[in-house]
């Protein structure tokens, strides 16, 4: 065996070996940002009671309601239409928000 290929044959191993490592800390990542995000959303569902504010879709519109009222609080200008598939669907099952500041984010960014 030249030194060479030898050299080839070591930088092929190393390079795979980074590949697989590399590969390896982002499922581990991605495992534990999950895990995260699960034990976040079941603390958030047992400390909140009720919202204090819902978005969802009402006669082809979007509008805010708060919490324990049927009547609509506000009204969303955004075209319906021109939503991803994923927001016409959260907006149909309701988003709830638990206080104004993050209702205002919300309504900016789907405004945008």
Same mark, same amino acid.
């Given at each position: 065996?030249?030194?060479?290929? #030898? *050299? *080839?044959?070591?930088? =092929?191993? !190393?390079?795979?070996?980074? !590949?697989? /490592?590399?590969? !390896?800390?982002?499922?581990?990542?991605?495992?534990?940002?999950?895990? *995260?995000?699960? =034990?976040?959303? /079941? #603390?958030? /569902?047992?400390?909140?009671? /009720?919202?204090?504010? =819902?978005?969802?879709?009402?006669?082809?519109?979007?509008? !805010?309601?708060?919490?324990?009222? +049927? $009547?609509?609080?506000?009204?969303? +200008?955004?075209?319906?239409? %021109?939503?991803?598939?994923?927001?016409?669907?959260? %907006?149909?099952?309701?988003?709830?928000? +638990?206080?104004?500041? $993050?209702?205002?984010?919300?309504?900016? +960014?789907?405004?945008?």
């Amino acid at each position: 065996m030249t030194y060479r290929s #030898a *050299k *080839k044959i070591y930088f =092929t191993m !190393v390079s795979a070996i980074t !590949v697989s /490592a590399f590969m !390896v800390i982002c499922t581990l990542g991605q495992a534990v940002r999950k895990r *995260k995000v699960e =034990t976040r959303l /079941a #603390a958030a /569902a047992i400390e909140q009671e /009720a919202p204090e504010y =819902t978005v969802r879709e009402y006669g082809g519109r979007a509008v !805010v309601f708060r919490s324990g009222s +049927d $009547e609509p609080y506000m009204f969303i +200008d955004v075209d319906m239409p %021109l939503l991803s598939d994923m927001d016409r669907e959260q %907006l149909s099952r309701g988003i709830y928000f +638990d206080s104004e500041n $993050e209702l205002r984010r919300f309504i900016e +960014d789907i405004s945008s």
